[in-house]
Structure formats: structure tokens, C-alpha cells
């Protein structure tokens, strides 16, 4: 059975330091992931994604993120945090068995506050 | 903003009444979704279509009625809903059923 895990559920880091927001996928097959993000009373953006071509992928915002295969991990980065990123986080997987029906499975969320 | 507009965005319903939520795309996909976003869960799929056609059902309550009448609108028809039906309802769209998915704003439902 495919899954995702986000192992932080909240995140704080101040202004102008380094993000990361962690998560492991469980997958049999080749997998696409995704990062979304968001926002309070808003719908989900698209952050970045992987579908098999470059291991780092450079998404939205200054965003990237790294497929690992050997460590089933996907973690999302960024160089210098920014108090427009505070929103809610989400992993998500979608298996080559999945990709006939289109179905994506989320992971909880995380999220991430910024301090001033 | 995102291409994906669904209305109403805020929608307060009792037990016995009927009502529907709309989503429509500007895209030019040709496959729709509906999740369920409730709190401390991960989003739920509910419904995907392809060409106008549903292709997953996600054993979803029968409560719950989806419509796809082209590739730019779906609906949700709701009836007899219960208070644990309360939650955020997204609806997405794709282009084919292998890439990323744009999701629309959300309807708000609140079963009182």
C-alpha cells in the first residue's frame, strides 16, 4: 500500500532562516510527488513536483525539493524564509498504479509558521 | 485566480435540505475531481471524472451525488446530510489523469 508521511506537523522558524519540511513516501512503483501549499481559507497551490526526470526539483517561491529513492523521502527546502510562506503544507504521492485514476493521496500537512 | 472557481464558498445547511456545489474550469482539462477536506484528516478523494465520465467512486455515502454534465463543470448534490459531513469540499481538474492537479478554492459546508 502506498503512503505519505509529513513528520513534522507544525514548523517555526524565524524570518529570513532556512526551511525544511520533512516527508517520506511509501510506494511499490515508481512514484510522482508533489508539494502543495495552503494558505488560511484558500484552496491548494501547486509548489513543485517530481515525475521521474531531475532528482531536485526548483518549484514556486524559491521552493525545491529532493526525491530520494535510497531514503523514500521528498523533503521540501528553502534558502530563507518569508512571512508570506505561513500556511499549511502538503505531501503528496501519486503511484504509477494510481496514475490510470488520477488519484493523489495527501499526507496530514504541516504548518509552517514564520516569526518575525 | 487558480483557473478553478467553485461557489458558493460558504454554504450552512440543515439535515433535510437539498443543495449543490459547483465547479467550474477554465483550463481546458478534461478530468475532474472532488475531495473532502475535514479537520486533522488528510484530504479524502471522493469523485474523479474523465471525459465526462466517473471513473473512481471512492466509497463515498450515497448522501453524496456527483454530476459531470462536460469537462468544464461538476457538481455535488447533496441531500440528508449529517453534521459529521461538515468540512471544506475541494474540487480540482487535470489535464489526463498523470499530471499535477489544480485545485479550486473550496466550498466551506457547515451541517447543522
Not at chain 2, 92 to 98: C, F, I, P
Amino acid at each position: 500500500a502506498q503512503s505519505v508521511t509529513q513528520l513534522d506537523s507544525h514548523v517555526s522558524v524565524s524570518e529570513g532562516t532556512p526551511v525544511l519540511l520533512r516527508c517520506n513516501y511509501s510506494s511499490s512503483y515508481s512514484p510522482s510527488l508533489f508539494w502543495y501549499v495552503q494558505h488560511p481559507n484558500k484552496g491548494l497551490q501547486l509548489l513543485l513536483k517530481y515525475t521521474s526526470a531531475a532528482t531536485l526539483v526548483k518549484g514556486i517561491n524559491g521552493f525545491e525539493a529532493e526525491f530520494k529513492k535510497s531514503e523514500t523521502s521528498f523533503h521540501l527546502t528553502k534558502p530563507s524564509a518569508h512571512m508570506s510562506d505561513a500556511a499549511e503544507y502538503f505531501c503528496v504521492v501519486r503511484t504509477l498504479q494510481d496514475s490510470n485514476t488520477g488519484k493523489l493521496i495527501f499526507g496530514q500537512g504541516t504548518t509552517l509558521q514564520v516569526k518575525p | 485566480e487558480t483557473g478553478v472557481t467553485q461557489t458558493p464558498r460558504h454554504l450552512v445547511m440543515g439535515m433535510t435540505n437539498k443543495k449543490s456545489l459547483k465547479c467550474e474550469q477554465h483550463l481546458g482539462h478534461n478530468a475532474m475531481y472532488w475531495y473532502k477536506q475535514s479537520a486533522k484528516k488528510p484530504l479524502e478523494l471522493m469523485f474523479v471524472y474523465s471525459l465526462e465520465e466517473r471513473v473512481e467512486n471512492n466509497s463515498v455515502p450515497s448522501r453524496f451525488s456527483p454530476e459531470c454534465p462536460n469537462s468544464s463543470h461538476l457538481f455535488l448534490h447533496l441531500h440528508t446530510l449529517q453534521p459529521e459531513d461538515s468540512a471544506l469540499y475541494l474540487c480540482a481538474s487535470s489535464h489526463g489523469m498523470n499530471t499535477e492537479a489544480f485545485f479550486g478554492q473550496g466550498t466551506r459546508l457547515t451541517v447543522v
